[in-house]
């Protein structure tokens, strides 16, 4: 074969032999008839095959051309499969966000977030992931989530990361605790009280027990949980006293109280994306509903 062969030449010959004359194939390629002849002759002459018969001044496929023909019908069939693989990729992008959070936000602001997005995109369906922030910082990493809401020590030089909510954390304790005549609390003030802790391996517990290791004091944990409304609910049932972000106590304001809690620990969450994101236009929405709300949360939450 002495050149390449020509993807127009190829739509010529596929033309002609689906829609039976030159004329009507160059009427579908919007080309002229004597455009489409050229293109055949070209094709007959970079194959050495003798693809057409004239017969009475119309084109009959011979036997090599029918050969030629149904490998050339398999390949554009494959292309429209890949085509529609593309479609269909497209459309699972666009209606599906995948969203991770660390547990200690998997109530509120993550329901709140959510539901301000899907009201601008209903036809978007959420999966919302939750687990540790490590795992997801791993997860999105390798694109197995959009965007992800996580604590403060993920540091991933392939992930985007925004801080959020940085503030102290604060004691919670029930409306009637006798502590909350107090404006600010000590460990020395929480030493042996029952104590509510989130997990071992979280920042916030690991603050709180260095906390009270420098002021000898003792921490009675009774229960610990890796979310923050189930820390909420059993602080505002009277079990015991913890120390959270503010942000936890959203959706608590008339079961708890928050005060100051010394020595100042600062905490703060991190919005994460990758840097050439997937679903790129959903996870922007996502992120600016995030940083709406994160500018609305009230300022009694913020603080003691």
Not at 51 to 73: C, I, N, Q, S, W
């Amino acid at each position: 074969m002495a050149q390449t062969l020509n993807l127009r030449q190829i739509e010529a010959f596929k033309a002609v032999i689906e829609h039976g004359t030159v004329s009507q194939a160059a009427t579908v390629l919007g080309v002229s008839q004597p455009a489409v002849s050229k293109l055949l002759a070209h094709l007959e002459a970079e194959t050495g095959l003798h693809l057409f018969d004239r017969v009475r001044g119309k084109l009959a496929v011979t036997p090599h051309g029918m050969r030629l023909y149904e490998e050339v019908d398999r390949i554009f069939t494959g292309l429209r499969q890949v085509e529609q693989a593309v479609d269909s990729i497209r459309r699972d992008e666009q209606r599906t966000l995948f969203v991770g959070v660390l547990p200690a936000l998997s109530g509120s602001f993550i329901r709140r977030v959510t539901m301000n997005f899907l009201r601008q995109h209903p036809d978007v369906r959420v999966h919302i992931q939750t687990r540790g922030s490590q795992f997801l910082a791993d997860w999105l990493a390798t694109r197995q989530i959009d965007v992800a809401l996580v604590g403060s020590r993920v540091d991933n030089p392939y992930i985007d990361r925004e801080p959020m909510f940085q503030h102290a954390l604060m004691c919670a304790m029930p409306v009637n605790h006798e502590l909350t005549r107090k404006r600010v609390i000590r460990p020395r003030d929480l030493s042996g009280l029952p104590f509510i802790a989130f997990g071992a391996d979280s920042q916030t517990h690991q603050l709180a027990q260095a906390a009270f290791r420098q002021a000898e004091a003792q921490l009675n944990v009774v229960l610990d949980t890796n979310t923050a409304p189930t820390a909420c609910e059993f602080v505002a049932a009277g079990l015991g006293v913890s120390l959270i972000h503010p942000l936890f106590a959203d959706g608590f304001q008339n079961r708890l109280v928050l005060r100051r809690f010394e020595p100042d620990m600062q905490f703060h969450f991190q919005l994460c994306r990758m840097q050439a994101s997937r679903n790129a236009g959903l996870v922007e929405t996502f992120v600016e509903e995030a940083r709406i709300l994160a500018a609305q949360v009230p300022r009694d939450l913020r603080k003691g």
